[in-house]
């Protein structure tokens, strides 16, 4: 947490926040361009960023390119804001992928965070169904091998189930991708997102990277932004305490 605070005390900082917040996915070249800055000095900013894990990159071919990853400021809401009884004041929405235009062939998001845990505790967190109830308020249910139909269903017994897809690679415990759709959408592959989970080791921690791509529209973009940083957090929080944060909103990442 003293990272995120020394990160964001910094004005040059919060300026390449702002940047990747109108336009995510940005390499090192555009966001010099945009804050008008040194290659070493907005290198050395973003190292600083990284390290505090608000930004993360990803490599696409030659290219390094820049997320916002709003893990971090959920828990400083959860802990420094929602904590005092204050009303929401918007914080994911600081952090909300915003596509001025089309990025085809880069993420939607990119979230990163990090869990005192094991990649195979992680992986059997995602995918067992009553894990996934435990802190999702949905049922994660497959036999999760490549090919195989996944379902996110309610937990009210219902068996209503309010996003489906299919596994496409299973790598038990780094690697999950899945297709995500609305139910009646399963059949229109244009109307699929994907989410990727990359499980990595991190010295005694694992690190858990989650991309979603293809999503639609600006609105799922937002849901998805409020979505999985709650999510993230809840699932931290029960691999690491136990039990899931209190009174968290039951968001699903929109399909």
């Known amino acids: 947490m003293d990272r995120v605070f020394k990160a964001l005390a910094d004005g040059t900082r919060r300026r390449l926040l702002d940047r990747l917040h109108e336009q995510n996915g940005q390499t090192l070249g555009e966001l010099c361009e945009r804050i008008d800055m040194a290659r070493q000095s907005v290198t050395q900013h973003l190292a600083v960023l990284e390290a505090a894990n608000l930004v993360s990159a990803v490599r696409r071919g030659r290219e390094k390119l820049h997320y916002l990853n709003p893990v ?16 929401r004041l918007g914080a994911l929405g600081a952090v909300k992928r915003r596509a001025e235009e089309a990025m085809t062939d880069k993420p939607t998001f990119v979230y990163v965070t990090y ?4 990649p195979e505790k992680v992986w059997d967190a995602l995918t067992d169904a009553d894990l996934t109830a435990a802190y999702w308020g949905h049922s994660n249910v497959s036999d999760w091998q490549p090919g195989s139909r996944w379902e996110h269903v309610r937990t009210d017994g219902s068996g209503i189930a309010d996003v489906v897809g299919i596994v496409t690679e299973s790598e038990r415990p780094t690697r999950l991708v899945t297709t995500w759709a609305a139910p009646e959408n399963k059949g229109d592959e244009d109307k699929h997102s994907r989410v990727t989970f990359d499980i990595q080791p991190h010295g005694d921690i694992v690190r858990l990277t989650v991309t979603h791509e293809n999503l639609a529209d600006e609105a799922e973009r937002a849901d998805a932004a409020s979505g999985w940083a709650a999510v993230l957090s809840n699932l931290k929080s029960l691999l690491e305490t136990g039990s899931p944060l209190p009174e968290q909103p039951w968001l699903v990442p929109n399909r």
Do not use: M, N
């Not at 400021?73 to 204050?86: G, T, V």
């Not at 869990?115 to 094991?118: D, K, L, R």
């Open 72 to 87: 971090p400021l959920h828990e400083i809401q959860e802990r420094w804001i929602d904590k005092f009884e204050r009303p």
């Open 115 to 118: 869990i005192e845990s094991t």
